[in-house]
């Protein structure tokens, strides 16, 4: 048994930086694939962790990114949004990961990613979830791309729910060499009665 007093209480705290350290690791790898801004209680409950230390590792991680601890400003953010919390480029840096994103992708949209826009451009402003319902299947990849070729943009976040709803953009009406989308051709003829597969699908 030691007599030095500071051995006790390192062992007494090392392990409160740890646990604080693994709820921020395993917050950032939910962080980096959420597609729509999360709460704290959804965090806490994906992480499998109370709020408060949720809420304070999120404050850690957003004073990290910030640089304002001992590294530097990071390229992304973690932002609050409509009660939730988010991953985000840093507005400095959108002119240059939309160049870049633009310079890989191809110059021709995939049929999914058609599809998918056409539901967008009749239907918003919707949400994703409204559009993977209405396709039936996942297309958070396809929105991605959608929003790198500036063919759409995230219109507003809903206050209730935090689901990011999307319209089009202007580069797409002059893709389309339209003035509106009011000059859109009317969907309903080609659908089997009428409004089937898209608004009986989006009011779910």
């Known amino acids: 048994m030691t007599d030095d007093p500071q051995v ?24 980096l694939i959420v597609e729509e801004p999360q ?4 965090l806490a409950a994906a992480v499998s962790a109370p709020v408060p230390a949720v809420r304070q590792a999120i404050e850690t ?15 992304f953010e973690l932002r609050e949004v409509g009660g939730g919390w988010r991953l985000y480029v840093r507005a400095d840096h959108d002119d240059l990961v939309t160049e ?3 310079s890989q992708a191809p110059s021709r949209l995939s049929q999914a990613a058609l599809e998918t826009l056409a539901v967008i451009a009749y239907k918003q402003p919707v949400t994703r979830g409204q559009v993977a319902s209405i396709r039936a299947v996942n297309v958070d990849s396809v929105v991605r791309t959608l929003l790198a070729r500036g063919l759409i943009t995230e219109l507003f ?3 209730e729910t935090g689901a990011i709803n999307y319209g089009t953009t202007d580069a797409l009406l002059v893709n389309l060499g339209i003035n509106s989308l009011d000059e859109l051709p009317h969907i309903s003829p080609l659908l089997d009665d009428g409004a089937d597969g898209f608004d009986s699908e989006a009011t779910r």
């Open 8 to 31: 006790g209480t390192e062992t007494m705290n090392d392990p409160v930086p740890a646990v604080m350290s693994d709820v921020q690791s395993r917050l950032e790898a939910i962080l």
């Open 157 to 159: 976040t809903d206050s």
């Open 100 to 102: 870049f994103v633009n």
């Open 61 to 75: 991680l957003v004073a990290d990114y910030d640089g304002l601890r001992s590294g530097p400003r990071r390229g």
């Open 39 to 42: 709460s704290l209680v959804a």
